[in-house]
């Protein structure tokens, strides 16, 4: 059975530190593209950051280029980003996806997601 389970989240000042995690299970998980999206209320889900299959290329929103830096250990099947210097406009919930697309078929698989709250 294919799992994503997220973890790490929690309630932070501004200008502070978070780390997600995201654990993989029941896939190839060397074979996906990692990425963490986010979504907050009223708004859609939006991308924030991708690492490629081998962890050799990472791409970021604008918005946290800079502060998050994505990662992943094919080893422990994980997934992680480290987020600094939080904002409260970073306040969403934060989603662990796994994506591999081939010709014919798209595997998508998605975790819960897990709640960042950045406020003073």
């Known amino acids: 059975q294919v799992q994503l389970v997220e973890s790490g989240g929690g309630l932070v000042q501004p200008g502070g530190s978070l780390r997600l995690s995201c654990a993989a299970s029941g896939f190839t998980y060397s074979s996906y593209t990692m990425s963490w999206y986010r979504q907050a209320p009223g708004k859609e889900r939006e991308l924030v950051a991708a690492i490629t299959r081998a962890g050799g290329n990472a791409n970021y929103a604008d918005s946290v280029k800079g502060r998050f830096t994505i990662s992943r250990d094919n080893f422990k099947k994980t997934v992680s980003l480290q987020m600094n210097s939080l904002k409260p406009e970073d306040t969403a919930v934060y989603y662990c996806?796994?994506?591999?697309?081939?010709?014919?078929?798209?595997?998508?698989?998605w975790g819960p997601g897990t709640q960042v709250t950045v406020s003073s």
């Open positions: 996806n796994a994506r591999r697309v081939d010709t014919a078929t798209t595997w998508d698989y």
